[in-house]
């Protein structure tokens, strides 16, 4: 039997990988045999591209005071489904729980994403998304 995954692949700012993660204690069995593919006819995006996405974000971070959280960069990852729609954000790397709560509205109030495709097939794909917070 054969299973396929879809391995890491990364764009500057953006990181992409399996809607279906591999699991930390698979072991394949001898008759087994993983097939990795790294290829995407369409990489999910932002509506607009990468130019809209930052511009998305300058518009809509929210940020009152430097006693919140400093700066830093902050990076949540989450999944973009089939439909373009963002689920089960999670932050990898914080700057404290007010900077999270900011990051974690921003990205519920993104619009519908254009999803990835492979073999014309929309799939869905985790991605990692850096939050720059820096004062102006």
Avoid at 12 to 18: G, I, K, N, T, V
Avoid at 53 to 58: E, M, N, P, T
Avoid at 64 to 78: A, K, L, Q, Y
């Amino acid at each position: 039997m054969r299973k396929n995954w879809l391995l890491l692949c990364s764009i500057p700012a953006l990181f992409y990988s399996c809607s279906e993660p591999l699991q930390d204690n698979f072991t394949p069995e001898k008759s087994e045999s993983i097939e990795f593919i790294c290829y995407f006819q369409k990489l999910a995006q932002f509506p607009g591209g990468n130019d809209s996405l930052r511009v998305f974000i300058k518009k809509n971070l929210r940020w009152p005071s430097p006693d919140f959280c400093g700066e830093g960069t902050e990076v949540v990852s989450f999944f973009v489904e089939t439909d373009g729609s963002i689920s089960s954000p999670i932050i990898r790397r914080s700057l404290g729980p007010l900077c999270d709560r900011e990051t974690l509205r921003l990205i519920s109030i993104m619009p519908i994403w254009e999803p990835a495709l492979v073999d014309g097939i929309p799939q869905g794909v985790q991605m990692n998304l850096p939050i720059r917070f820096k004062l102006q």
